[in-house]
């Protein structure tokens, strides 16, 4: 048996006539059209079982379009908000997930106090977008827990950090604590206590199989990633520990007669900022999909960036995404099948 995963960031779902943030930002009806039929065909090619879905206003529309694509099971746990002054203008916004197979219990995930304490936060808190987390039970009887989720953004002007592969934990920490402490990067901070608290929930449920669909707004390596994956970011004490595992790393590409001085292959972007391209959208896996355990159910045997529309708009397009699409593709152990 194998099953196909993905995230997609949808950018202003937006049915007319409501409106995102300011009155004149919305779709007029063949806007609309245009932009639900590209969903449409994406998410034909992505050719999921199940989809995380980010920048989701009208939950109602979404629900219809994914139905007629046969996915039968669909959720949200939380309302976008509209103004007060203006019902028609959506001020906020979730996420959602659509499945084609049973989603059988929706968890509620909490905040982590001492987590927010050891990250000075002590404003009142709330996820951003509130994470969903999914029982699904799949055709093998394999029940999963699939999250999905939208971490904060940066704001304007805000410094990011940028870290690669030679960067150790200590080295991130020694160089965010500084503009934690001083206020410089109030986005971070909160995105960083969204993934601690992800993090939490997600070590209670450990032994069930979990994939993690998300739209991040952190680049790879980031210390973002160690917050939410990492055991010795919450302590310095334990051994580096991944609970999640970033399934593209666990994707190995076939490579038919390699140059003998080639290097690795950069990371597609899946987001650009300026022109210069980002990885944003992320699909983890608990270590059950890592076929180098001795007790996995299952491999990531494809892990596919759908970016067409992208390459020659990096902006992207408010009638199609200014996102890629991810997907994972996941095959069973035939005893798990």
């Known amino acids: 048996m194998k099953i196909r995963i993905g995230t997609f960031n949808l950018y202003q779902f937006v049915k007319p006539p409501y409106s995102w943030y300011t009155k004149k930002e919305k ?25 995380g879905f980010q920048e989701v206003f009208s939950s109602k529309a979404l629900k219809e379009l994914v139905q007629e694509l046969g996915f039968n099971y669909f959720k949200t746990v939380d309302i976008a908000n509209t103004s007060k002054k203006n019902p028609k203008v959506y001020i906020s916004t979730t996420v959602a997930i659509a499945s084609k197979y049973p989603i059988t219990k929706l968890h509620t995930v909490k905040p982590n106090f001492k987590s927010l304490k050891k990250h000075d936060f002590y404003d009142t808190f709330s996820f951003s977008r509130i994470p969903i987390k999914a029982s699904i039970t799949l055709a093998n009887n394999q029940d999963l827990l ?25 080295d991130k920490k020694e160089q965010v604590n500084k503009a934690l402490e001083e206020g410089f990067s109030n986005s971070l901070k909160q995105r960083l206590c969204e993934a601690s608290s992800l993090f939490f929930n997600i070590k209670k449920t450990i032994d069930t199989p979990t994939i993690f669909l998300c739209d991040l707004n952190d680049k790879e390596f980031s210390i973002t990633i160690d917050a939410l994956t990492n055991e010795k970011y919450h302590d310095e004490n334990s051994l580096e520990d991944l609970h999640l595992l970033d399934a593209n790393n666990l994707f190995e590409k076939e490579v038919y007669n390699p140059h003998p001085e080639a290097t690795q292959e950069e990371r597609t972007p899946t987001s650009y900022f300026v022109g210069k391209g980002n990885v944003l959208d992320y699909i983890f896996v608990s270590k059950h999909f890592d076929k180098n355990e001795k007790e996995h159910i299952s491999k990531v045997s494809s892990y596919e960036i759908f970016n067409e529309h992208l390459e020659n708009n990096h902006d992207g397009s408010l009638l199609q995404s200014d996102h890629a699409q991810v997907v994972c593709e996941l095959i069973f152990n035939e005893k798990n099948q």
């Open 27 to 51: 779709f007029n009806p063949i806007q609309w059209e245009e932009k639900t039929s590209w969903i449409k065909k994406q998410i034909k090619k992505m050719d999921c079982d199940i989809i």
């Open 146 to 170: 699939v999250y999905v989720a939208h971490l904060k953004s940066n704001r304007d002007n805000e410094f990011e950090y940028v870290f690669n592969k030679s960067h150790t934990l200590e």
